[in-house]
């Protein structure tokens, strides 16, 4: 049986859950959150508790069975507590600032690169720390505007200027040599 499919959810207080068939609908202080899963996977609530059990060991319900339990416990934690992704500005020049609740990025083009939140997320910056944090209750807007802010200058290998996550590692490579 699937290691994380048969681990119990175990709801923190302030989160509401409504369960119909594979319809989920989580709703808690961060936000609301709601998610059809695959048919066939069996969603049993008990009281603070939430199960996730398939049909059969068949190969796909094997494979919905870790998923499914996954995403529900995403759903759970994101509107109990959140989540965040942390960005780093490295460069001679560069810079993160907030306009309202815009981030306004100097980067090294010849204009400001201005993102603009969607829904649910939301922009920290630490301009001591050069950090930029990314907040949010869904864990996959929160990554991927996290990797789209990245993309807007990725780290380079030679200097490490660039926007890169806070854990990430830059491998760096030698420059040039000049002539002897």
Do not use: C, W
């Amino acid at each position: 049986m699937s290691r994380i499919g048969r681990m119990p959810i175990v709801l923190p207080a302030g989160v509401e859950v409504q369960i119909k068939d594979t319809y989920v609908k989580v709703k808690g202080p961060k936000g609301e959150m709601e998610h059809t899963f695959p048919p066939g996977m069996i969603i049993l609530r008990e009281d603070r508790i939430i199960n996730v059990q398939r049909p059969s060991d068949a190969r796909t319900y094997r494979a919905l069975h870790g998923m499914t339990r996954a995403l529900i416990n995403n759903m759970v934690q994101g509107v109990s507590t959140g989540f965040e992704k942390v960005l780093e500005v490295n460069g001679v020049g560069y810079r993160a600032e907030m306009e309202g609740e815009n981030l306004v990025l100097y980067v090294g083009y010849s204009h400001p690169v201005v993102v603009k939140p969607p829904q649910g997320i939301s922009f920290a910056v630490d301009a001591r720390t050069r950090q930029i944090k990314v907040m949010g209750y869904d864990k996959e807007a929160v990554g991927q505007m996290a990797a789209d802010i990245r993309k807007i200058r990725p780290p380079e290998p030679y200097k490490g200027k660039g926007i890169k996550y806070l854990e990430e590692k830059i491998r760096r490579k030698a420059g040039k040599t000049g002539k002897v």
